[in-house]
């Protein structure tokens, strides 16, 4: 217990916990769709908060204080979108635009120093960042069981989870907390989605999803320490999350619940992959 309390990922990890429940007790109450919708950017908030106890000031200065802004404007970006068009085009648009976004935001301090190598991993991760929230909000726009709200946010929270040793395995000790964090708190509001499906606003994967890709992209690009062979494995997250679900037998894909499980354990999967080939191509950073 001593050393669970010791731990500096818990207080991240119980104030995510603790806002997720509360936010799906809410939205159960209210049943209101923008409750719902706006929980998971709200969970990620406050993990951010927790993570580094300050409210960065504007303009941001550093990477890190540029995250936080990243989900913001893609949460009023994709809110807009909600009021004004709600079509798959339009989503998938706002997504690619969110992701470039991120990437020359964060990347914008290191373009003096640019070679060949960060200009090809900016636009991967550009690319490959759109196509991730694309698959994930189309899995929210789709109909449940096999679709929706609580499919999408269990992909966005496995995302998180399996992001995290890369993470440490690139020097960042506090995107690690930050990623679990978020991940137990994506997973509990998708539970408010499998308890009552509702449509879920593009504020939630694109508003959440684009502070995601604000920490990857900080690795990535300013720590540059990210490993880039493992991280693709990372994108195949929502890809194998839905081959889970038609593995499923026919029986089982009637039940929501069991779509749910299914679904989230193979979004997971790439996570023993991921852990094995840090520790074969690494040093361990956890033996010092």
């Not at 069991?258 to 996570?271: H, Q, V």
Request: hydrophobic share 60%; charged share 10%.
């Amino acid at each position: 217990m001593g050393l669970l309390l010791e731990n500096p990922f818990t207080p991240i990890f119980l104030a995510s916990i603790l806002a997720a429940i509360a936010l799906l007790v809410v939205t159960l109450l209210t049943k209101s769709d923008l409750v719902a919708s706006l929980a998971p950017v709200a969970v990620f908030l406050i993990a951010y908060f927790e993570t580094y106890q300050k409210v960065p000031g504007f303009p941001p200065i550093g990477a890190t204080s540029k995250i936080v802004y990243v989900a913001l404007f893609a949460a009023v970006a994709s809110l807009t979108i909600d009021k004004l068009a709600h079509t798959r085009i339009v989503r998938a648009s706002v997504a690619l635009a969110i992701s470039i976004f991120a990437v020359v935001w964060i990347g914008f301090p290191r373009l003096a120093e640019s070679d060949a190598e960060f200009i090809a991993t900016a636009i991967g991760l550009a690319v490959v960042g759109a196509f991730v929230l694309w698959r994930v909000d189309g899995v929210a726009m789709a109909q449940a069981p096999e679709g929706g709200g609580a499919i999408a946010l269990a992909f966005l929270g496995a995302l998180a989870a399996i992001f995290a040793p890369v993470a440490l395995f690139g020097g960042s000790s506090t995107s690690v907390g930050l990623c679990l964090g978020v991940a137990a708190g994506y997973a509990i509001c998708s539970i408010a989605h499998l308890l009552a499906p509702r449509r879920l606003g593009a504020v939630a994967i694109l508003g959440a999803g684009a502070g995601f890709l604000a920490i990857v992209d900080t690795i990535v690009l300013i720590t540059r320490r990210a490993d880039l062979v493992v991280l693709p494995i990372v994108a195949l997250s929502p890809l194998l999350g839905q081959f889970g679900i038609w593995m499923l037998s026919g029986s089982t894909r009637r039940r929501a619940v069991w779509i749910w499980i299914g679904a989230g354990l193979a979004a997971l999967s790439p996570l023993p992959v991921i852990v094995t080939l840090l520790f074969l191509r690494h040093e361990n950073p956890l033996g010092n």
